[in-house]
């Protein structure tokens, strides 16, 4: 008997096996995880870069103002963050870069002194006019600090100001101050444990990649812990 035609059947391509609904749904949910990662990865590595570039700006144009972001600050005493903040926005007013400094923030419970009445004092010592200086003593966090200064620049009838805090915190302070109405640019300082070492540089970057992140997401504010020396 021939059996050429049983081998010819033999070697037929086989076609492939049919998935079912069970089997094709799994291969779309696996699409759809490994795009929703992609989709996050791109987004924390586009927002940690525009934080890195925003960090390098340093605008001197003049304004209405030069807003001095709080920190810590012990018994009236900067702590080494803020300090460093503070010499900045004295720099930029002894510059002429603004005719008025506005210091911000509250206190924690059991402090004697406000971030923003710590670093008045700060200015004063420094040959800063104490009338040129208007402390806002409110605020526990960025959003709550840039509002409080949203409305007291309104009281006062101005609304643009150079913002100064750390670099890596330039982008978030800049746009929580345009979304509360305010013609907002950033000079950051440029020393400070913030700018110390490699490590403080990428834990500030990270620190606010997803702090920005969650403010534009929700639109509320997170600030993270600083492990930078105070």
Do not use: C
């Amino acid at each position: 008997m021939n059996s050429a035609p049983s081998r010819e059947r033999h070697d037929l391509p086989r076609r492939p096996a049919r998935l079912g609904f069970a089997g094709t749904l799994a291969r779309w949910t696996r699409r759809i995880i490994a795009g929703v990662v992609l989709l996050a990865a791109a987004l924390v590595f586009g927002t940690a870069v525009r934080v890195w570039q925003v960090a390098r700006i340093d605008d001197t144009s003049t304004a209405d103002a030069i807003v001095v972001l709080g920190a810590a600050q012990y018994s009236g005493t900067p702590s080494s963050v803020f300090e460093a903040r503070l010499e900045q926005a004295y720099k930029l007013y002894e510059r002429g870069v603004a005719p008025e400094v506005i210091t911000v923030g509250g206190k924690q419970e059991g402090d004697e002194y406000t971030e923003a009445a710590s670093g008045k004092n700060y200015l004063v010592s420094r040959g800063v006019p104490a009338d040129s200086i208007t402390a806002v003593e409110e605020g526990s966090d960025t959003l709550l600090s840039i509002e409080a200064v949203s409305e007291a620049m309104g009281a006062q009838g101005i609304d643009s100001a150079v913002l100064v805090s750390d670099p890596w915190h330039s982008l978030r302070t800049r746009t929580m101050a345009r979304d509360a109405g305010l013609e907002a640019w950033t000079a950051p300082t440029r020393q400070g444990p913030a700018v110390f070492t490699r490590e403080s540089q990428l834990h500030g970057i990270a620190r606010e990649t997803g702090a920005l992140i969650w403010y534009q997401l929700t639109h509320f504010s997170a600030d993270f812990p600083y492990t930078a020396g105070q």
